[in-house]
């Protein structure tokens, strides 16, 4: 009897499975479906994607191509991955959605009876979340048909009568063909608290495919009654001049703001990426001082970036995987929002780990040959976990002291070998006389973590060679270099920016951790 039901279960399976083969998948019935929620915000007229999906007779061309890219999960470009978190904005296939689709291939892409098509989504092709407050026009930007790609820099002073808070942030491009992505940062005076002074950062980035910033329900950035936005842009020829007028839209929320969300970054300024390697690690970290939430994660890497993932270190040392993306691609950058704020007390430590490929096997690679330092420009390299974050239990964020901040962030290493540099830009370094040193940058809520290049003592001379961060998101070449003094500081000179057009030099005073 037990052997007849195995026997009978076995059979009733396999019919299955032959069933499930033998089912006619159409496009209008099976993929059509799929295309519209996943894909058709790129893939149709005007939009970035080479081809339209919206019709059989458009998507039927690229049957195989599509069946490879989905098969391979190049397409749609969504590569993020959680231990314990998911994601709103995830475009990705599921397994039985990449099935489907390639059936339909294999089974010859028919289109099946076009009555039985979903209605065709409708996109608004003018401001998605409806008329801004306040529109920013960028300059007009001339694409020529061919070329080198465009890399532009605009600054636009925004004067308000009174401050305001930003809910949401839309750019809507001229020409989505050319453009390849925005980034605007801010810094704004005048603001709505005494306790923000002087505020600002990253406002939006804007890349293909990336939908407007909504901030949650009372959640914006504020802004002051006079404000500095400067715009980075970048264009690229795709076999047709065209011309580009970019707007930004801004949408201010009504009321008081409730909380400040400001983007904060693990940077390390200091990466090295020798000639030729195909899988070269790099690390950075930053320390939350207070108990923050983090509502959204943007990886930065340039053509050589391959893979990006955030680590969550709590207090008692309990650590989780954030947001892994293994496979990094320059040309989809994406904006990951979790669908609940995370969680990360005062003292947690976010650490970020960057894979970059510099071998002649990376088909974007300019120069195999080169070694690659930190800089803006897109053939060199950037390593930055960009973080929106928002304080738990304040409604603005609040910076401790640069020096109680370095102190802080210093007590990893021995005191006796720790240092602070106060001044405009405050920094601490780690010099040890033998093995790796590190240098700390600390701007308001952010911080920077930097490798040094070179640590030099010769008796009790000391100089310190490293690659800073700059306004313009770049790095520099710079020194520190002074003589151990009987009261344990180093007292000598800071010289910023010696690769630059004019090198800023002034007298700097290293004063140790350990004496303080």
């Given amino acids: 009897m037990r052997t007849s039901l195995v026997l009978s279960t076995l059979a009733i399976l396999a019919t299955s499975i032959v069933s499930a083969q033998e089912k006619t998948v159409t496009y209008a019935t099976d993929v059509a479906p799929i295309f ?15 081809m339209s999906l919206l019709t059989y007779k458009e998507a039927r061309p690229w049957a195989k191509s599509i069946a490879k890219a989905v098969a391979t999960k190049q397409m749609p470009p969504f590569s993020g991955e959680s231990e314990n978190h998911q994601w709103k904005n995830d475009i990705s296939l599921t397994d039985e959605e990449i099935e489907t689709i390639v059936a339909w291939v294999e089974q010859g892409a028919k289109q099946g009876n076009p009555k039985d098509m ?10 998605k979340l409806g008329e801004p407050d306040h529109i920013i026009s960028l300059q007009k930007v001339e694409v020529p048909a061919e070329g080198e790609d465009l890399f532009l820099k605009e600054v636009i002073n925004l004067k308000l009568p009174e401050s305001k808070w930003v809910k949401a942030i839309e750019f809507m491009p001229g020409d989505r063909r050319a453009t390849h ?9 005048g603001g709505p608290t005494k306790q923000a002074g002087s505020i600002g950062g990253i406002l939006a980035i804007w890349t293909a495919g990336m939908p407007p910033f909504e901030f949650p329900e009372g959640v914006g950035r504020p802004m002051g009654t006079s404000n500095r936005i400067l715009v980075d842009s970048h264009h690229h020829p795709f076999g047709e001049a065209t011309t580009d007028e970019t707007k930004i839209g801004l949408y201010y929320g009504e009321g008081d703001i409730q909380k400040e969300v400001s ?11 020798p000639p030729g390697a195909s899988a070269h690690e790099e690390y950075c970290f930053n320390i939350f001082d207070r108990d923050m939430q983090i509502l959204a994660f943007s990886p930065h890497m340039h053509v050589r970036g391959k893979a990006m993932r955030y680590d969550l270190v709590l207090p008692d040392g309990t650590r989780e995987t954030l947001l892994d993306v293994p496979k990094y691609n320059y040309n989809w950058q994406w904006q990951y929002y979790p669908t609940e704020p995370i969680d990360a007390p005062a003292g947690s430590k976010v650490e970020v780990f960057g894979v970059f490929d510099n071998s002649a096997e990376n088909e974007f690679n300019p120069d195999p040959t080169k070694e690659i330092r930190y800089r803006g420009d897109t053939f060199n390299e950037m390593f930055v976990g960009f ?17 109680e901040r370095l102190t802080e962030l210093l007590s990893a290493h021995p005191a006796e070998d720790s240092y602070i540099v106060n001044g405009f830009l405050p920094f601490g370094f780690y010099a040890p006389k033998e093995g790796k040193g590190y240098m700390y940058l600390v701007n308001g809520i952010n911080m920077f973590t930097i490798d040094v290049d070179e640590i030099e003592w010769k008796g009790d001379d000391l100089k310190i060679t490293v690659q800073m961060p700059t306004q313009e998101a770049s790095a520099t070449l710079s020194t520190f270099e002074g003589t151990l003094e009987a009261n344990g500081k180093i007292k000598g000179k800071f010289n910023y920016g010696l690769d630059a057009a004019q090198t800023l ?4 005073t290293a004063i140790p951790v350990a004496g303080d």
């Avoid at 992505?181 to 005076?189: E, G, M, P, V």
Wanted: charged residues 20%; positive net charge; aromatic residues 10%.
């Fill in 505 to 508: 030099k002034m007298p700097s």
């Fill in 181 to 189: 992505h925005f980034q605007a940062t801010y810094t704004s005076q």
């Fill in 263 to 273: 983007t904060i970054a693990a940077t390390n300024t200091g990466i090295r990426i």
């Fill in 36 to 50: 519209f929620k996943n894909c058709a915000m790129c893939h149709r007229p005007g939009e970035v994607a080479p």
């Fill in 118 to 127: 979903p209605d065709t989504p409708e996109f608004n092709n003018g401001w």
């Fill in 387 to 403: 973080l929106e974050v928002i304080p738990k239990n304040e409604t603005f964020h609040i910076a401790k002291s640069a020096k």
